[in-house]
T-cell receptor, first 114, second 113 residues
Framework: DQQVKQNSPSLSVQEGRISILNCDYT??????FLWYKKYPAEGPTFLIS?????DKNEDGRFTVFLNKSAKHLSLHIVPSQPGDSAVYFC?????????????FGRGTQLTVWP | KAGVTQTPRYLIKTRGQQVTLSCSPI?????VSWYQQTPGQGLQFLFE???????NKGNFPGRFSGRQFSNSRSEMNVSTLELGDSALYLC????????????FGPGTRLTVT
C-alpha cells in the first residue's frame, strides 16, 4: 500500500526555468513532509521539510508547498540548474506508530538541460 | 560534523550465507533507521532504533534483524541470504525526538549470487 505517491516518474526542464515536482499522500496521520535528492550510488540527501502547521517553506532556490485538504505537496526549484538533475523523493512521517519511519514515494527523475 | 558512515560499501555474498552491515550515525544522533532500496520496490523501511531499543519495524521477514549499541552505532544482519536480498541498504540517523529529518549514509550495495 503506497501511502506516498509521486505520479510522475520523470520531468525534463530547461536550465533557468522552474521545476515543479508533485507528491500526494493518503495517510491523514502524517504531519511532517520532506524532500530528498538522490544521485546514483549515493544515499539520499535531505533538501527541505515542512510541518503540517505550515503551508509553505523556503530555502534558497527550493520552496515546498503543502495543501493539507488535498493531501498534496509540491517542490519548486527556481531557477533550475543542470546540477539539480537527480532523483527527487518525497517522504512523510508522523507520530505514534510511524515514529522514526519515513514513508517514501517512488521518486521523480529530474533532468535539467542547458 | 562528520556524516553518517556505512561499512562496507560493497559486498558480494552467496545465497544461504549471512551478512552484517554497520552504520555510524552523526554525532549526537540517537536514532538510526534502516531502509532497503530496490528498483522494483523503492525505499522500504526495515527498522528503527533509538537508545538501543527497536521502536519501529517494517514488513520484512525475521531473517532481517538489527541492534544498536550504547554509542548509537547500529548493525543490521541478514541471515540465510536469498537472491532477492540484493539491494542498496541505507542507514539514516536523526535526533529521534520531535524532529523527523533523517540524514542518510552512502549505503551498502549487497549482491547475492
Amino acid at each position: 500500500d503506497q501511502q506516498v505517491k509521486q505520479n510522475s516518474p520523470s520531468l525534463s526542464v530547461q536550465e533557468g526555468r522552474i521545476s515543479i515536482l508533485n507528491c500526494d499522500y493518503t495517510n491523514s496521520m502524517f504531519d511532517y513532509f520532506l524532500w530528498y535528492k538522490k544521485y546514483p550510488a549515493e544515499g539520499p540527501t535531505f533538501l527541505i521539510s515542512i510541518s503540517s502547521i505550515k503551508d509553505k517553506n523556503e530555502d534558497g532556490r527550493f520552496t515546498v508547498f503543502l495543501n493539507k485538504s488535498a493531501k498534496h505537496l509540491s517542490l519548486h526549484i527556481v531557477p533550475s540548474q543542470p546540477g539539480d538533475s537527480a532523483v527527487y523523493f518525497c517522504a512523510a512521517s508522523g507520530r505514534g506508530s510511524t515514529l522514526g519511519r519515513l514513508y517514501f514515494g517512488r521518486g521523480t527523475q529530474l533532468t535539467v538541460w542547458p | 560534523k562528520a556524516g553518517v558512515t556505512q561499512t562496507p560499501r560493497y559486498l558480494i555474498k552467496t545465497r544461504g550465507q549471512q551478512v552484517t552491515l554497520s552504520c555510524s550515525p552523526i554525532s549526537g544522533h540517537r536514532s538510526v533507521s534502516w531502509y532497503q532500496q530496490t528498483p522494483g520496490q523503492g525505499l522500504q523501511f526495515l527498522f528503527e532504533y533509538f537508545s538501543e531499543t527497536q521502536r519501529n519495524k517494517g514488513n520484512f521477514p525475521g531473517r532481517f534483524s538489527g541492534r544498536q549499541f550504547s554509542n548509537s552505532r547500529s548493525e543490521m544482519n541478514v541471515s540465510t541470504l536469498e537472491l532477492g536480498d540484493s539491494a542498496l541498504y541505507l542507514c539514516a540517523s536523526s535526533l529521534g525526538d520531535s524532529r523527523y529529518e533523517q540524514y542518510f549514509g552512502p549505503g551498502t550495495r549487497l549482491t547475492v549470487t
